[in-house]
């Protein structure tokens, strides 16, 4: 998302007219006044986000099990996580669950937005249902889920009047992801579709008709209107669907709860699992940290890839 | 042959129609069967072929499932810590935009930028040290600890000021000549004028914290204090295979939101297209 930067005027010079005046002048007033209404919520943000994530660093550097004091050890707790298998599966789930589920979601999404900026009949209609799936809380997204991928449930007995054979999805360890991938798209199709259409909303429509009137193809217009108006909706739907599906908790907590033989336990249940049932807050605080920072360096080449190229031509 | 021409491209294009409502149709089918299995009794629940509406429909499975667990209790809870996070951050969150909008203070831009990077920051990553912190102020297993750590939300500092930066400076120095006092000024002033935004706000946070689940889950234990995510969760961990009425209570979960989207679709939305940013 584009921050738009401060129109910053030139300072005002400290008034030489005594504290009085200084006080009233338009510096101070811009200095107090300022902080008075950004304080409060600033203090949240310091003890809640600023602090914790300060906290999260020096705590992957300890031994902490909350009854025993920390004790500092170094990096050996990140080495024991490249040395741990279960962390690498997990590591491994999340990135299929991440790319499995972002790559399609991409593209689908953007589909629906094209779809839906159509003049159809029952727009509206179709929209609400379309959207139903992106107002469902996650743990009743959860739920229904696991009860679509029941061996007797709704996913097998479509596939069955398809003739085709039913799948035990939940206790399959090579069908969980696919199926939790599925579950994913549900919901964040119609999400990202919204994001989408907002940018297509966005694109004047003088655009495609003087490119029409210049005998541009449809294909054309496209390449050339439609996806390079779109640069900056892209960028910020690839970096946040990164963000939300590597995130994903209640699904792996409530469907499988990490099962079968660790298939989906992703690493937000990873770390969740070794902070408060094992009670390794170090190990945990390293997971996390490696998490953050995977997403951060994603970010950042992100951004930089976007800003180097140059519009497709 | 032009007319056939035509025709063809009709007939392709309500093919193309009826393919495209089809498959908004299945996002729809997960729902009217969740919906539809609340309504069945247990035996029934996977008779083929599907009674998409049960002859006899048994609503009282809503009455069971919601009598089982202490759910009105889980409705309250979820209910206090949604309102207080709304309107405390909402609030909050007006004066930090107003702040970082119209006053040039030391550090603006960057405690601002500081603040937008949070954005970014998945709650797990922070899960550990935010534990700790609410353990160490004694807020676990109470309403402060599910509310207070909430606020601090950057989706909304960011909402309002790009706001109030177009609210023009005029306006607030005419006021100020005219001797209005700042905090009058935001009030009588600011605050009249950002309605538009604050509703948005209100609507994206009140549909968060609804939803929300990790906190939740990490800080309460004590059953009466459970918000109603937690309960729909333990109820189906208990009654796993009493499919109907899990369902029912994911229907009871469904509602409140769904309200939500019939009288506020606008501000629904524009809050998600807006955001982008925000789960």
């Known amino acids: ?313 | 042959m032009l007319t056939r021409c035509l025709m063809m491209r009709q007939i392709a294009r309500a093919l193309a129609f009826i393919a495209f409502a089809g498959i908004v149709a299945m996002f729809f089918v997960p729902i009217v069967w969740m919906i539809s299995t609340a309504l069945k009794p247990l035996d029934r629940v996977f008779a083929l072929p599907i009674e998409w509406v049960p002859a006899d429909p048994r609503w009282d499975n809503f009455v069971t499932a919601w009598n089982r667990f202490t759910f009105g209790r889980y409705f309250v809870n979820s209910l206090v810590v949604t309102i207080s996070v709304t309107g405390i951050h909402c609030v909050l969150a007006a004066f930090a935009g107003y702040g970082f909008a119209k006053y040039r203070f030391f550090g603006n831009r960057l405690l601002f930028l500081a603040i937008l990077s949070t954005m970014m920051l998945p709650i797990e990553v922070v899960i550990v040290p935010t534990f700790l912190i609410v353990r160490d102020l004694g807020w676990l297993n109470t309403y402060q600890g599910l509310v207070v750590p909430v606020i601090a939300d950057a989706f909304g500092v960011f909402l309002m000021r790009q706001f109030m930066l177009r609210i023009p400076d005029a306006l607030i120095e005419a006021a100020r000549i005219d001797g209005a006092h700042e905090v009058k000024i935001f009030f009588r002033i600011v605050l009249p004028l950002s309605w538009a935004p604050a509703v948005t706000l209100a609507v994206f946070m009140w549909r968060e914290t609804w939803d929300a689940f990790v906190w939740p889950f990490v800080i309460i234990t004590q059953n009466d204090l459970r918000t109603l995510p937690l309960g729909i969760a333990r109820f189906q961990e208990e009654f796993v295979t009493t499919y109907n009425e899990v369902m029912a209570v994911a229907v009871i979960g469904m509602i409140p939101l769904a309200l939500m989207f019939l009288f506020f679709q606008r501000a629904f939305v524009q809050g998600i297209a807006l955001s982008g940013l925000k789960e």
């Open chain 1, 1 to 313: 998302m584009s921050v738009q930067v401060l129109d910053r005027k030139a300072r005002p010079r400290p008034s030489v007219r005594g504290l009085r005046a200084a006080l009233t002048s338009g510096v101070a007033r811009n200095q107090l006044w300022g902080a008075v209404f950004v304080l409060p919520l600033l203090i949240l943000f310091v003890v809640f986000k600023f602090y914790p994530m300060v906290q999260a660093f020096w705590l992957s550097l300890n031994d902490y099990d909350l009854l025993t004091p920390p004790r500092f050890i170094g990096l050996r707790n990140y080495v024991r996580l490249v040395g741990d298998p279960l962390f690498r599966q997990s590591a491994g789930a999340t990135a299929y669950y991440v790319i499995g589920t972002c790559v399609p979601l991409w593209v689908l999404s953007l589909g629906a937005a094209l779809a839906f900026n159509q003049a159809i009949p029952a727009k509206n209609i179709l929209r609400a249902a379309f959207f139903m799936p992106v107002i469902m809380p996650a743990i009743v997204v959860a739920i229904i889920w696991k009860f679509l991928y029941h061996p007797y449930g709704l996913v097998n007995t479509g596939l069955q009047a398809l003739g085709l054979a039913g799948v035990d999805w939940l206790a399959d360890s090579a069908a969980v992801m696919p199926a939790f991938i599925l579950a994913g798209e549900w919901r964040l199709i119609p999400y990202f579709m919204i994001i989408y259409l907002a940018g297509l909303q966005a694109i004047p429509h003088e655009y495609y008709e003087a490119a029409a009137i210049d005998g541009a193809s449809s294909v054309q217009r496209f390449r050339h209107i439609t996806l390079a108006l779109l640069r900056p909706t892209i960028l910020l739907v690839i970096i946040v669907s990164v963000i939300l599906t590597s995130k994903v908790f209640v699904n792996a907590l409530v469907i499988t709860n990490g099962g079968p033989n660790g298939a989906t336990r992703v690493i937000p249940l990873f770390i969740y699992q070794h902070a408060f049932t094992y009670f390794k807050m170090g190990l945990a605080s390293a997971a996390s940290v490696i998490l953050l920072l995977v997403l951060m360096i994603f970010t950042i080449v992100q951004l930089w890839l976007f800003s180097e190229t140059d519009e497709p031509a």
